[in-house]
């Protein structure tokens, strides 16, 4: 049994049920009954006695005095609240909760529940919220049944998403790098629009939904994420983020992104607006390879070597050849923009690739002496090797050495292209900053439990994922904060938060809050994430 409060909009009135929960053996699901118990007190948060008609002859139980506190048990409880004391001090830290507030007035601390739900029970669904509730202190303070999830996750609009962007965005770092990537999240609904066959980046053979997200280099935290249809490549998505980012209100902006974010279109379109980058490259394209063979014998120089990396690096200023095309006027812009390329050789990189390359010309080798030819080794077998055969001599394999050295010297390099002067290590170092959204795509996957979507309509997608983001905002900053502190050479991330989790605290009608013991290792934890040491109320 358990307490449920409900807001009614017609009304403005909020009431409280007993909710009593079931097995239906016959529709093999989980069933709700509900008791009106009374209306719930805004000022004091005290449950009033009503049938819900307004009828006055029946008896009405004196109110319970309680004494002033922040909080007002209607019943003894004693829960966990150490883990979620912990991220509702970073929820008040980051701004979540006031935005939250603000956007959705009526249901932001059942979100920042459902939050904190998702960051603590690592991989876990959210139909087990109701078992949680019952060991757990948390904004909400009673259950989140799961068709009121679905629900819930409906009344998330694109407006209310879009405010609570600007209002996220007024708090961020100026002047750093955004770590902008994708990631492909398969599902097995046919009702979602946008779940397409696509480039699946986890290469399972499911449609997917795309979600792009944008991280602050510095602050280590997302602030934006798109969804768009699983067939939509990356390199396609530039420009509308660009432009909601404009109306977003985010101003000037400086970008990290891989390779596959590419096209000419897209670096004219970031000249354009005049927005910095530092962007990944294949060395295939022609304009790469040609500046790369100009100072091939001078990247490798001891001048050139970083040791902590292993690896040499080399910056030349070449001219991006711009275009801008111009409907309204029926003309096309030609012009010349600077741009600089960071060519990198690593040692590592260049080992283990080139050892890979010989075996693989070794097999290819091996297959063609034996007749065992293989119909997609096709294409490499004409690259790389002059067959012949004779009746004499049978079959006759050679080398074509020319081929192979050069597809040999480019082994172990890699590229970089930017529109803003930094030395070829600092923009190496900006660049591999984009690993905080690899980090935080797998959150989402493991830890938050979104591999696979599990929702039917359009709205509960939405929701789902907006409650997903407001936790990863959450796992984000504790990461940061963990790998400041040098927490991580003691805890991983679960073992810091279960350490913390089992810190009891105690209510009691008509008394404040009592918090349990707290271990020194604990007041530790705390004291490094700069956090204050929860106490009684």
């Not at 935290?221 to 699983?230: D, N, Q």
């Not at 089992?502 to 209510?507: K, M, Q, S, T």
């Amino acid at each position: 049994m358990a307490i449920v409060k409900q807001y009614d909009k017609r009304s403005g009135i909020t009431y409280a049920y007993e909710a009593t929960y079931h097995w239906d053996k016959e529709k093999q699901q989980s069933r709700c009954k509900r008791k009106l118990i009374g209306r719930v007190d805004t000022t004091t948060g005290e449950i009033n006695p009503t049938d819900g008609r307004c009828r006055k002859d029946k008896p009405i139980e004196p109110k319970v005095i309680t004494k002033r506190g922040p909080v007002v048990a209607i019943e003894s409880r004693h829960m966990y609240y150490g883990a979620t004391y912990l991220l509702e001090a970073f929820s008040e830290e980051l701004g979540l909760t006031a935005d939250l507030r603000t956007c959705f007035p009526d249901i932001y601390n059942q979100l920042l529940s459902i939050a904190f739900y998702l960051v603590l029970e690592d991989n876990t669904p959210l139909y087990r919220f109701e078992k949680w509730n019952h060991t757990h202190k948390h904004p909400h303070g009673a259950d989140i049944a799961s068709p009121r999830s679905s629900e819930l996750f409906s009344e998330i609009s694109d407006e209310k998403i879009t405010k609570f962007f600007r209002l996220q965005a007024k708090r961020r770092i100026e002047d750093e790098y955004w770590a902008y990537d994708s990631t492909s999240i398969s599902s097995y609904s046919e009702t979602l629009t946008q779940v397409q066959y696509g480039k699946n980046k986890e290469d399972n053979k499911l449609p997917q939904l795309n979600l792009l997200l944008v991280f602050g280099e510095k602050s280590g935290l997302p602030f934006y994420y798109r969804k768009l249809a699983g067939n939509i490549p990356d390199s396609k998505t530039v420009k509308n983020l660009l432009e909601d980012l404009d109306i977003l209100g985010f101003g000037k902006t400086k970008f990290v992104m891989d390779r596959g974010f590419y096209s000419e279109q897209n670096i004219n379109g970031l000249y354009r607006e005049h927005i910095k980058f530092l962007i990944g490259v294949k060395l295939s394209l022609a304009f790469i390879k040609k500046n790369l063979d100009e100072v091939y014998d001078d990247i490798r120089m001891p001048m050139n070597f970083d040791a902590s990396t292993n690896t040499y690096g080399y910056t030349v200023t070449a001219d991006w050849d711009y275009t801008q095309e111009r409907p309204y006027k029926g003309d096309t812009i030609k012009d010349k923009r600077r741009m600089y390329i960071h060519y990198y050789y690593n040692i590592d990189k260049g080992a283990d690739e080139e050892t890979a390359f010989d075996k693989r010309i070794a097999g290819l080798y091996k297959e063609l002496k034996e007749g065992k030819r293989v119909d997609a080794h096709e294409k490499a077998y004409a690259v790389f090797f002059e067959v012949k055969k004779t009746p004499k001599r049978g079959i006759t394999v050679t080398y074509k050495e020319e081929a192979i050295h050069k597809a040999r010297r480019y082994l172990g390099y890699f590229s970089l292209i930017a529109n803003e002067k930094m030395d070829a290590f600092t923009a190496l170092h900006f660049y591999r900053m984009k690993d905080v959204v690899e980090k935080g795509f797998g959150n989402l996957r493991e830890r938050l439990n979104l591999r696979r979507l599990l929702v039917s309509s359009e709205r509960s997608l939405e929701g789902k994922i907006f409650a997903e983001f407001i936790a990863l905002i959450l796992v984000s900053h504790l990461h940061r904060k963990m790998k400041e502190a040098k927490l991580y050479d003691q805890y991983t991330m679960s073992q810091l938060l279960d350490k913390l989790d089992v810190i009891e605290c105690f209510e009691s009608p008509g008394r404040s809050l009592r918090v349990g013991e707290i271990l020194t290792k604990q007041e530790v934890i705390y004291e490094a994430l700069n956090v204050s040491i929860p106490a009684s109320s």
